[in-house]
């Protein structure tokens, strides 16, 4: 049996396409990413990685990027899910983050805080979600899920404006 000839120009679009496929499962591997949005133009929005932590009856997903010795917070995303979950419950959680929960309150909010950047205040939420697939419970676990985030219409620079990204954290 003689081998396959293959013309010049099919070798290199096999060997393109064999180069572009383990690009893409290296790039899998990796952890961090990117938050999208309209607000993405006026802010980093970059990560290294993400941590869930739920503490205190407060749920948090932290879009975190080492310096020094020390991390950025690029985002957080947390929620106030202590009545929401029943004693023992383990499971995932749909949290409308805008839903008011009294004294003008919202049960989500959005922060920030990245070294040598002012502060910065987030305005209220019109509407925004963040969905869990099970609460984090135990160290190392990894917990997915995606959120998304509208400001209200305002004055302040992010009015309006939206964040949203999916996620798969870690407990530390």
Do not use: W
């Amino acid at each position: 049996m003689s081998p396959r000839f293959h013309p010049p120009r099919a070798r290199g679009l096999r060997t393109l396409a064999l180069t572009a496929l383990a690009a893409g499962l290296c790039a899998c591997g990796e952890e961090g990413g990117t938050l999208e949005g309209s607000v993405s133009p006026l802010l980093d929005l970059r990560y290294r990685r993400a941590e869930a932590v739920l503490a205190e009856g407060e749920l948090s997903i932290n879009f975190v990027t080492p310096q020094g010795s020390g991390v950025n917070t690029v985002l957080k995303v947390s929620a106030r899910v202590g009545d929401m979950i029943p004693e023992g419950y383990t499971g995932g959680l749909d949290i409308n983050l805008a839903e008011d929960v009294g004294g003008g309150a919202q049960r989500g909010a959005i922060g920030r805080a990245v070294l040598d950047e002012p502060a910065r205040a987030f305005p209220q939420l019109e509407r925004g979600s963040l969905v869990v697939d099970q609460l984090p419970t135990a160290q190392g676990q990894r917990v997915s899920g995606d959120f998304h985030v509208t400001f209200v219409n305002g004055i302040d620079i992010y009015s309006g404006r939206t964040i949203f990204g999916s996620f798969e954290a870690t407990v530390p």
